[in-house]
């Protein structure tokens, strides 16, 4: 089955400096890439997805990079506030499994002041 | 902006008792799942539920788990008989599509078995 990796587990910035996440899967049929954002006591929230058929996808401050032939794709969040403070999850998914997403160990972002 | 909601936030069983975890997915969405994090751990999923049936369960999701939905807006899971290591972070999340849709989640139900 997949296998989703990601790395760091914990990562602190200053403000404004930028942040990110990377992240490499197993399975060459996942085509579908979205990261969440869980806050304390909140569930995980979608703020950035990408498919296979793309290499890069951005919204304002933040990024996602996605290559299909190393398997790997990264967060980007560039400006970083004190809000940006969370855990962020990436995830793979594909058809074969039903589209069930796969998710990484999470990465703890502390972006200080 | 429509939200999971997910009820009870806390629950405490002893082990080998039921539990039923409580979801009202987002009103026009037709796909529900059900994920769950152990403390430390990967979100992992458990099942997906489509058109009143299961589409997907993982190797989690034994004969001791169970989903319903019993009426036009809740989705429940059901526990049979707790065992200790059923404690977690169960979420659940809707979907409005499949094919890698985007999923929504709630806030989660922290299952605590003693």
């Known amino acids: 089955g997949e296998n989703v990796e990601q790395h760091p587990s914990t990562l602190s910035v200053q403000e404004g400096d930028s942040a990110v996440i990377k992240c490499t899967y197993s399975?060459?049929?996942?085509?579908?890439f979205p990261w969440y954002k869980q806050e304390l006591g909140k569930g995980p929230q979608l703020i950035i997805d990408i498919r296979s058929n793309v290499g890069e996808k951005k919204d304002q401050r933040i990024a996602v990079t996605l290559n299909k032939t190393a398997k790997h794709f990264s967060l980007h969040i560039t400006e970083t506030q004190p809000e940006d403070s969370a855990v962020y999850f990436c995830?793979?998914?594909?058809?074969?499994?039903?589209?069930?997403?796969?998710f990484g160990k999470g990465t703890s972002l502390l972006v200080t002041p | 902006e429509p939200e999971v909601t997910q009820t009870p936030s806390h629950q405490v069983t002893q082990m080998g008792q039921e539990v039923i975890l409580r979801c009202v997915p987002i009103s026009n969405h037709l796909y529900f799942y059900w994920y769950r994090q152990i403390l430390g751990q990967k979100v992992e999923f458990l099942v997906s539920f489509y058109n009143n049936e299961i589409s997907e369960k993982s190797e989690i999701f034994d004969d001791q788990f169970s989903v319903e939905r019993p009426d036009g807006s809740n989705f429940t899971l059901k526990i049979r008989s707790t065992k200790l290591e059923d404690s977690a972070m169960y979420f659940c999340?809707?979907?409005?599509?499949?094919?890698?849709?985007?999923?929504?989640f709630g806030s989660g139900t922290q299952l605590s078995v003693l």
């Open positions: 995830a793979a998914s594909n058809r074969n499994s039903g589209y069930a997403l796969n």
């Open positions: 999340a809707s979907s409005a599509d499949t094919g890698g849709g985007k999923l929504f």
């Open positions: 399975d060459s049929a996942s085509n579908y």
